[in-house]
């Protein structure tokens, strides 16, 4: 499925300050089946991993989903010494209001990462159109981020205000933001959210402990779900990580928002792997993260190819040449196993490891070119069971019958088109 990711800006929750904003949503009529806003955590900003890659991977799943800077962050106008949570709670609710007039209705699902889950759970109250809210490594209450100030609260107390080093970067803390932190009491008015919760925390978050998840969860009324993300940390700097969220989130809100059923979801999710109708139909995409890295929208599965790092990538997935192996292999074992299983033969398991390597045209036996160098892929089939002589022949000749083995060696057509435009030839 294409994705469009749009700049728009809107008016914050003091009615004059423009925030900066980014809509990423699902391209094609009909693509479009719910929407979602993002909060993200204090401090940071629309642009940081975690939300636009959640962002994207929503996207492709048929969500609209509108991430901005809150007031005096990112490219948000606004000095962020005089905002505070109630603020943010504030910029939410603007931000509900921003998509129900550009899109047609509210956000059904409120996502909020940190504080900014903190947050959205606030704004909930005030945003009728939300149907489900999910938390992302979030604390149970505001103050709990008054651990970053590195004890200079006496110091605001006293002075007013002070210049605070929080992930590298200064930022001037004024009294008024703790009083209004340690007022704020998200937990007392969960018995009342009157929407589904999803709670998403890393056991081992060293930023935002793992009672933070159990103090949000008692406090709240069913519907409400729990989800580990296991080894992950606060901030999913792990782009696996943020894809995993995405995808729970868009299963779960299926049993919420409305027309999201779970035959859509599943459909949505094939759609933006490129379809189930057998065409095989594959979406590549750059990631923006390293020179070479790409997701892969392959039959309803993500996956990231990339180059080593000798070859200017990052490793961070297979090469081209190792998913084009990888497919070949897959084909091979998968057609002895059913070969196998309709003559009844104890094959126990296949194994299929394959090289690719270049050489000189003259040193291959079968080719009909004798200059210069071809291709060659080298394959190696293992059959493990109590077969006979004849029946290992046999599967070694089925391994050359493979559909893909098929489409490698024979003649294929590709046809390189613009989207919008003319083929090529």
């Not at 200079?152 to 107390?157: G, H, L, S, Y």
């Not at 703790?178 to 018995?191: Q, T, W």
């Not at 060293?206 to 159990?214: E, K, L, R, W």
């Not at 928002?257 to 065409?279: N, W």
């Amino acid at each position: 499925m294409d994705i469009t990711s749009e700049k728009v800006e809107f008016t914050g929750h003091d009615g004059k300050s423009i925030l900066a904003a980014r809509l990423d949503k699902p391209d094609g009529a009909g693509a479009l089946r719910a929407s979602a806003l993002f909060a993200h955590c204090f401090t940071c900003s629309k642009d940081i991993h975690a939300a636009s890659r959640i962002a994207g991977a929503l996207a492709a799943r048929g969500f609209a989903v509108l991430r901005f800077d809150f007031t005096g962050l990112g490219a948000s106008e606004g000095e962020f010494a005089n905002t505070n949570f109630s603020s943010n709670v504030g910029d939410l609710v603007a931000a509900a209001q921003f998509m129900a007039e550009s899109l047609g209705h509210g956000p059904d699902v409120l996502v909020g990462h940190s504080l900014g889950g903190a947050a959205v759970l606030a704004a909930a109250h005030d945003i009728p159109s939300a149907k489900a809210v999910a938390t992302i490594g979030a604390p149970a209450d505001p103050g709990h981020v008054a651990h970053l100030l590195k004890g200079r609260d006496d110091e605001i107390a006293e002075k007013g205000a002070a210049e605070v080093e929080i992930a590298g970067r200064n930022f001037t803390i004024q009294k008024q933001f703790l009083d209004d932190i340690n007022e704020s009491r998200v937990r007392e008015n969960l018995d009342d959210l009157r929407k589904a919760l999803l709670i998403f925390h890393a056991p081992r978050d060293a930023t935002v402990g793992i009672d933070n998840a159990g103090l949000i969860f008692a406090a709240a009324k069913h519907p409400k779900s729990f989800v580990s993300l296991d080894d992950a940390d606060h901030l999913l700097s792990r782009r696996a990580d943020s894809v995993y969220v995405a995808d729970v989130l868009a299963a779960w809100a299926t049993r919420y928002v409305d027309g999201l059923d779970a035959k859509e979801a599943e459909a949505g999710a094939s759609a933006s792997a490129g379809g189930d109708d057998g065409k095989g139909q594959v979406t590549v995409t750059e990631t923006g993260d390293g020179k070479f890295a790409q997701t892969i929208m392959a039959a309803g599965h993500r996956l990231i190819a990339d180059e080593p790092p000798g070859l200017g990538g990052q490793g961070r997935g297979p090469g081209p040449y190792d998913l084009v192996l990888a497919g070949l292999g897959a084909c091979t074992s998968m057609t002895l196993r059913m070969y196998a299983d309709h003559k009844g033969w104890p094959l126990e398991r296949a194994s299929v490891a394959l090289s690719h390597d270049k050489i000189h045209a003259e040193d291959c036996e079968h080719c009909e070119e004798r200059e210069g160098k071809i291709d060659r892929i080298e394959r190696h089939v293992s059959l493990m069971g109590p077969l006979d002589t004849e029946q290992r022949a046999h599967l070694m000749e089925i391994a050359d019958k493979c559909p893909v083995h098929r489409t490698l060696t024979g003649t294929i057509d590709i046809v390189t088109r613009e989207e919008g435009g003319p083929a090529k030839a």
